[in-house]
Nanobody
Framework: VQLQASGGGLVQAGDSLRLSCTAS????????VSWFRQAPGKEREFVAA????????SYEDSVKGRFTISRDNAKNTVYLQMNSLKPEDTAVYYC???????????????????WGQGTQVTVSS
């Protein structure tokens, strides 16, 4: 099971980026997939999640209305569309996946066994 995150970059405040998380080695549609981020000197924090078959999404409060998580199971890929980016969104973004995540743990990084390598997002003011 491997996850490959991509799409990060250096942008200005107000710009957009789309991150991709592509999986190999398993049937992606059976997994909850989430994005987390970690800024320098801070703990890793939950950003967004998308559930298996229902496709129901969850977001951290500071990104609601700006970020959208979606999945294309045929391509084994989950996307994070990030609009109206702010300097405080600067972080390394990681995708994570797991089959056994329960709803109450969906925002906890320890609930996920599989992680991508991270992609850097830098937003300048």
């Amino acid at each position: 099971v491997q996850l490959q995150a991509s799409g990060g970059g250096l942008v200005q405040a107000g710009d957009s980026l789309r991150l991709s998380c592509t999986a190999s080695g398993y049937t992606f549609s059976q997994y909850v997939v989430s994005w987390f981020r970690q800024a320098p000197g801070k703990e890793r924090e939950f950003v967004a999640a998308i559930r298996r078959s229902s496709g129901i999404t969850s977001y951290e409060d500071s990104v609601k209305g700006r970020f959208t998580i979606s999945r294309d199971n045929a391509k084994n890929t989950v996307y994070l569309q990030m609009n109206s980016l702010k300097p405080e969104d600067t972080a390394v973004y990681y995708c994570a996946a797991d089959r056994g995540v329960i709803l109450s743990s969906i925002r906890e990084s320890r609930a996920y066994d599989y992680w991508g390598q991270g992609t850097q997002v830098t937003v300048s003011s």
